[in-house]
């Protein structure tokens, strides 16, 4: 009896025992630590560090063309002021083109500018019919052979709409409003009779020179050749208005001519100020802080 006594004392304390060993023993280690959980850092679309093309801004331009004109028509006075007659024929010749101007585009389809043009000489080929003179040539049936030229400087303001683009290719069409300033050199008169005979000798009519209001309509081609750099071919169709033409002369005199229109070709380049842009700056990357969970 006192044997199972004292066996169930000591089984009691050897529990007892390593209870209290197993409860210091969790009391000795360290608290346990979860990792810490990483959101992944917001990012950012990449910018191109290439130069971009300016949607607007200044531009210088300069073109050079060709025009074919046509005369509209050719009236003067004939032996006094009672009889207003009109030329027989009246025909240009077509003559060269050179200008510049300065404009701003305003937006990447609209644009504006100025344009100064000179029109180098121009040959005028005319003719008149007559007779009943009391001596000469025209004693009887005659006619005459009128030479000038004319020269002409051009100031429009114009505007501009890109109606269609593909890739470094955008058509446009525009308007221009103005003067034409015409200086007319003198008027070679020769009248000779109709058939055979001997011719009077010519006379030169002074010429005049005058402003005329102008319009034109322009179609044509902007060719891409860099972000600040443009080339130009395209189509222009210019109406000058009539005006005085040549001086009286030997009883002949003044002469109006009813104004001309031509169609012109021309090509040139636009330079655009500022029209490359610096390369953008990337802006830096954001990393939160780490986040626990």
């Given at each position: 009896?006192?044997?199972?006594?004292?066996?169930?004392?000591?089984?009691?304390?050897?529990v007892a025992a390593v209870g209290t060993g197993s409860a210091l023993a969790a009391d000795a280690l360290p608290p346990i630590v979860e990792a810490?959980?990483?959101?992944?850092?917001a990012t950012f679309e990449?910018?191109?560090s290439e130069t971009v093309s300016s949607a607007s801004g200044w531009y210088l331009r300069g073109d050079v063309g060709?025009?074919?004109?046509?005369?509209?028509?050719?009236d003067f006075f004939q032996g006094g002021n009672d009889l207003y007659s009109p030329f027989t024929t009246s025909k240009l010749r077509g003559g060269y083109s050179i200008g510049g101007g300065v404009g701003y585009k305003t937006s990447?389809?609209?644009?504006?500018?100025?344009?100064?043009?000179?029109?180098?000489?121009?040959?005028f080929r005319g003719s008149t019919t007559g007779g009943g003179s009391g001596s000469g040539a025209c004693a009887t049936s005659c006619t005459s052979e009128d030479l000038s030229e004319y020269t002409a400087l051009s100031l429009l303001a114009n505007a501009?709409?890109?109606?269609?683009?593909?890739?470094?290719?955008?058509f446009y069409a525009g308007a221009g409003l103005g003067g034409t300033y015409v200086k007319w050199d003198g008027l070679d008169n020769t009248s000779c009779p109709t058939g055979t005979g001997v011719c009077d000798p010519t006379i030169s009519h002074g010429g005049a020179a005058n402003w005329r209001f102008t319009y034109a309509l322009m179609a044509g081609t902007t060719i891409n050749i860099n972000c600040a750099l443009d080339a130009d071919v395209g189509y222009r169709y210019r109406n000058v208005r009539g005006g005085k033409m040549f001086e009286y002369a030997s009883a002949g005199g003044p002469g109006y001519d009813r104004g001309f229109h031509s169609h012109e070709v021309r090509g040139g380049l636009r330079y655009t100020f500022g029209g490359c842009d610096e390369p953008p700056v990337e802006p830096p990357v954001f990393t939160p802080p780490p986040v626990y969970k």
């Open positions: 009896m006192k044997t199972n006594l004292f066996a169930g004392i000591a089984a009691a304390a050897v810490p959980y990483y959101e992944a850092p990449p910018i191109s060709y025009a074919w004109n046509k005369s509209r028509g050719v990447s389809r609209m644009r504006f500018d100025a344009t100064l043009d000179y029109f180098g000489k121009t040959k501009y709409v890109d109606l269609y683009t593909h890739g470094r290719f955008s």
